[in-house]
Each structure stands twice: as structure tokens, then as C-alpha cells.
């Protein structure tokens, strides 16, 4: 489990880590963890790949709730768990999606519990990713990180929030569209399979998404279109 914590109390940050690598111990999980001294450092150096946060509430530079704001722009899914001395300040988490919190000083079952959680998802999670072969080597893409798919010559182009990858593959776009469409993609051209969860705007014969403008086949746009209002109403795609 890879866990970034933005603290700008050592001591507090300290106890964390300690209840972080007793959970390790008690539990076999292996944990990664990254340290950050405010909000602004972590959304500086957030790159994704960690699978949990823990922010403190009031810290000086950018405070958590400031800090998580930024980085749901870039990640949705990953989850968060806020560190605060106010149980009032826990209700300001519903604003980013936030997973709980947890009360200053931080319990070591406390966490532990909200840990195990957050293994729960995340194994849930590995249900649901794309899991491909790349140079012999086995790389998982979560659906949640892949903004979309395009083909050329014989690549396939992952587009997803960790960076590109480029696979020279047997598998057509057309087998990967059959694979993702339960799971909210959809063809909006013959050279691209795009994630609706990223879609911000479909104008005239391209869709923004991400931050990129893709073209649309008109003879794509009707159902890319209806696909696009029906993962809005959260029906199954």
C-alpha cells in the first residue's frame, strides 16, 4: 500500500508512520509512504501511483481541504482520509469525496480500522483494471486512470493519469472497446476508446476530455453522445 501524508506537525507525521509500519507488521501488508510537510508540496510532487492519502486539516502553505480540491482535479478515485483536531472540520470532506477522518491524536486502531478499508477497496479495485503485457513485464491500469486508448500502425497508446504507454500488441481497439464499454468507455473514432468519466464537453465533431480535444466520426457522435448522458444518470453503459 503506497500512502503520501501531508503533515506539518513531525510529531504527528512520527506517530503516523510508527502506527503505519505496526499495521505492516501486524497485518503482512507492505506499505510505502511518503511525507510531506503541507498541502503545496504534496500537489507539487503528486504524480498518482500512491493508493491513499492522509492530509491534515489545518497546515500552512495549503491547507488539506485546499489540497485535496487540487488534486481531485487530476484524480478522482484515489481515496482520502483527513487528520483533524475538529470533528465540526469532517464535514467539509464531503466536498472532495473524502473517505472519513480521523481525530487528532491519531489511535493506532483507529487507523488501523480505516486502513483495512482502504485494502478492501483497493482490492476491489484490481478487479477492475487492464491489465497488459509490456515487454514481458505485467502492468495494471486502473479503469479510474485511463483517460483513453488510440491506435496507430500496429500500438496501441494507453493515455492514463501516471503517464503514456505505448504496446506494439495482437489486440485491436475494436477487442479493447468490447472489453472497457461495461466499464464506461466508448468509440468515438475508429482511432480512439475514450473514458466518459473525463469528458467535459462534446462540441460539433470532438470531445474534450482531460485537458485534450479528440475527434468525433459523425457517425459515432449520436451514440457517443447518448453514452455520454447515460454515465451522467449513473445507468449501466
Known amino acids: ?122 482490492r476491489r479495485n484490481m478487479e477492475q483494471s487492464l491489465m497488459l503485457n509490456q515487454d514481458g513485464d505485467l502492468l495494471r491500469i486502473p479503469y479510474s486512470h485511463l483517460y483513453y486508448v488510440e491506435i496507430f500502425s500496429h500500438q496501441l497508446r494507453y493515455h492514463t493519469m501516471e503517464g503514456d504507454v505505448e504496446i506494439t500488441t495482437a489486440r485491436t481497439l475494436s477487442t479493447l472497446e468490447q472489453e472497457l464499454g461495461e466499464h464506461g468507455f466508448v468509440r468515438c473514432h475508429k482511432s480512439y476508446l475514450i473514458n466518459l468519466r473525463y469528458v467535459d464537453t462534446l462540441r460539433g465533431n470532438t470531445v474534450l476530455l482531460a485537458g485534450v480535444e479528440l475527434p468525433v466520426s459523425r457517425s459515432r457522435r449520436k451514440a457517443v453522445m447518448q453514452a455520454i448522458i447515460n454515465y451522467a444518470k449513473g445507468a449501466r453503459l
Open 1 to 122: 500500500m503506497r500512502i503520501a501524508i501531508a503533515e506539518d506537525q513531525q510529531t504527528c507525521a512520527d506517530q503516523l508512520q510508527a502506527h503505519l509500519r505496526r499495521y505492516a507488521g501486524e497485518t503482512g501488508t507492505a506499505v510505502q509512504v511518503d511525507v510531506y510537510p503541507n498541502g503545496a508540496q504534496l500537489v507539487e510532487h503528486y504524480r498518482g501511483g500512491w493508493d491513499l492519502l492522509l492530509l491534515d486539516v489545518d497546515m500552512p502553505a495549503m491547507n488539506g481541504f485546499d489540497a485535496a480540491r487540487a488534486i481531485r482535479r487530476a484524480d478522482p478515485e484515489i481515496p482520502i482520509l483527513f487528520i483533524t483536531n475538529l470533528a465540526q472540520y469532517a464535514i467539509r470532506g464531503y466536498e472532495v469525496n473524502a473517505l472519513d477522518y480521523i481525530l487528532k491524536p491519531v489511535s493506532y486502531y483507529a487507523l488501523a480500522m480505516k486502513l483495512t478499508m482502504v485494502s478492501r477497496l483497493l
